[in-house]
């Protein structure tokens, strides 16, 4: 070949790299909008606050996003030079903050969708600031315990979702002991495995005890991925005389103590030592969900900590907000497992989350038909057990926390930066360069009454322990994958949020 042939060819080289990253780039960013995915007509756009919560600070200044993703970040006095024809949308005062992401939701669908279902549970999520959520694997039917299971999930999802939905699979004692499931499992996508220290209310999803738990570990340990646990063994209680009425609450929380908690995470412990570095279970996490109890147990979690075990714990804003002596005799709208506790129970919830003791938030969305939940005499305990709250947690959290020093920082600490770490989301749950543009904008002084008047978009809003409060933070606007997803109440047509595999 004539060394002219060869300049000609090695000119395209540049072409050719270019043509590889854009075909990169084009399997590695979120779908960028079409026309039904955003309420904004542009994917290359700059978001104006005086309040943007970035990694290090709060600052004035502008978000630049191009094709679902963050793609600068400026100041202030910079960002005025830079925006040249792109569109500007101005929120003012308003916080732009990582949208949040609930690594701890029922939505039910496939099987029991009229209890929640994902286009309602997606669509109050969007409205709620949450731009990302891990489905747990029960409460649908079937409960996700292998590869064919997940597909029913995920084609329950194909477009019905306002938001990115990720799942998580259910390690079960007929699947805890066979790794080639529980391999098929990982490997089709979920991003880890839960399981239950105590019977869960679902028929097809029993409990496991340590012996199915450390053989889940060793094989979550391969793919680096967590086992979220819920912590409750049960143990004898004694009812004394005058503690049988149904319809009193403390008639329900004596049924399960913390003692009940305290005995599941010393169980738990046994085998957590697997995941410290040199253990056979290196690589693997476990995390504690739902953590009601703040004294014996949180101190056994701290001691883990300390001793190099691979652990978290999350809590949820029901802990945060309620206090089992102002839950009404016959109000099962507040009945969940493990049980809201007492006041000084919730004091020291605070305070353990403020310090960091408890690593991160979780809604535990997690409701019912009505008939299930309200309509049962108020009977606490043949109640169906679950809180619904997936709309609402932003202002729940910063409300009922503003007493307690709860900032923006915190905020994003447990609903953005520590979940996108535990479901190993690396290009989630910041506002940086680089990050996909999963963003909510929210107004932290504004106040409203969750009253008849304010839209819902939860399938049953009655069953919600938080209707008829009065709260302050208003979300405006949520982005997902850099799409504009719901404003001033109205959300987008499509349903373009993704599903996220492993
Ligand atoms: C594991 O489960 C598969 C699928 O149900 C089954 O074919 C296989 O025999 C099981 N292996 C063991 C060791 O039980
Ligand atoms: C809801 O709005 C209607 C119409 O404006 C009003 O009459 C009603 O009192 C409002 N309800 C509450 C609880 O504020
Ligand atoms: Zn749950």
């Known amino acids: ?236 209680i004694e009812l004394k005389d005058g503690d049988d009425d149904p319809r009193s609450y403390s008639t329900y929380l004596k049924t399960r103590p913390s003692s009940w908690e305290e005995a599941a995470i010393r169980e738990l412990l046994t085998v957590s030592k697997d995941t410290r570095i040199g253990g056979p279970a290196e690589g693997a996490h476990l995390h504690i969900v739902h953590l009601s109890d703040s004294s014996s147990s949180l101190e056994l979690i701290k001691e883990a900590k300390s001793n190099g075990d691979s652990i978290t714990v999350e809590t949820c804003p029901h802990y945060l907000a309620f206090t089992a002596e102002d839950i009404p005799d016959g109000d099962t709208r507040f009945k969940c497992s493990p049980p809201i ?33 309200l309509f049962t ?8 057990g679950g809180i619904s709250s997936l709309q609402f947690v932003l202002p729940v959290t910063w409300s009922y926390g503003l007493k307690y020093g709860v900032t923006l920082e915190k905020l994003v600490s447990w609903w953005s930066e520590k979940p996108a770490k535990l479901a190993s989301q690396d290009l989630k749950g910041a506002i940086e360069i680089g990050k996909h543009a999963d963003i909510v904008v929210w107004e932290p002084e504004k106040e409203f009454d969750l009253d008849e008047n304010h839209t819902v978009h939860l399938k049953h809003p009655s069953i919600s322990a938080y209707m008829g409060s009065r709260l302050t933070g208003r979300v405006v606007a949520t982005f997902v994958n850099g799409n504009l997803v719901f404003e001033d109440g109205k959300h987008t047509p499509d349903a373009c949020g993704t599903t996220i595999l492993a």
């Open 1 to 236: 070949m004539k060394s002219g042939t060869w300049r000609f060819l090695v000119s395209f080289i540049p072409l050719l790299i270019y043509l590889l990253y854009i075909l990169y780039s084009d399997f590695s960013s979120p779908k960028p909008t079409t026309s039904g995915c955003s309420l904004l007509p542009h994917q290359h756009y700059w978001i104006v606050s005086k309040r943007i919560v970035t990694p290090h600070e709060i600052i004035s200044g502008a978000v630049e996003i191009n094709g679902g993703s963050i793609i600068s970040l400026v100041k202030e006095k910079d960002w005025l030079e830079k925006v040249k024809n792109e569109p500007v949308i101005d929120y003012g005062e308003a916080v732009v903050m990582p949208g949040l992401i609930d690594v701890h939701a029922h939505l039910d669908d496939p099987g029991r969708a009229e209890w929640e279902g994902f286009p309602s549970g997606t669509m109050a999520a969007a409205a709620g600031g949450i731009t990302t959520l891990i489905d747990m694997p029960l409460n649908s039917f079937p409960s996700t315990v292998s590869e064919e299971t997940l597909q029913l999930k995920i084609e329950a999802a194909k477009g019905s979702i306002f938001v990115n939905v990720g799942f998580w699979g259910g390690l079960v004692p007929e699947n805890a002991f066979n790794a080639s499931v529980l391999e098929n499992l990982l490997n089709a996508g979920v991003l880890g495995l839960k399981s239950f220290m105590c019977p869960s209310g679902i028929n097809d999803f029993p409990m496991t005890d340590a012996s199915h738990i450390k053989e889940g570990i060793s094989v979550l340990a391969k793919y680096k991925r967590p086992l979220l646990v819920h912590a409750e063994k049960v143990q004898e």
């Open 341 to 373: 506790r007492d006041a000084p129970n919730r004091q020291k919830l605070w305070e353990a989350l403020m310090d960091g003791d408890i690593d991160m938030l979780s809604s535990d969305h997690s409701p019912s038909v009505p008939e299930l939940k």
């Open 377 to 384: 005499e108020g009977d606490f305990l043949r109640a169906w």
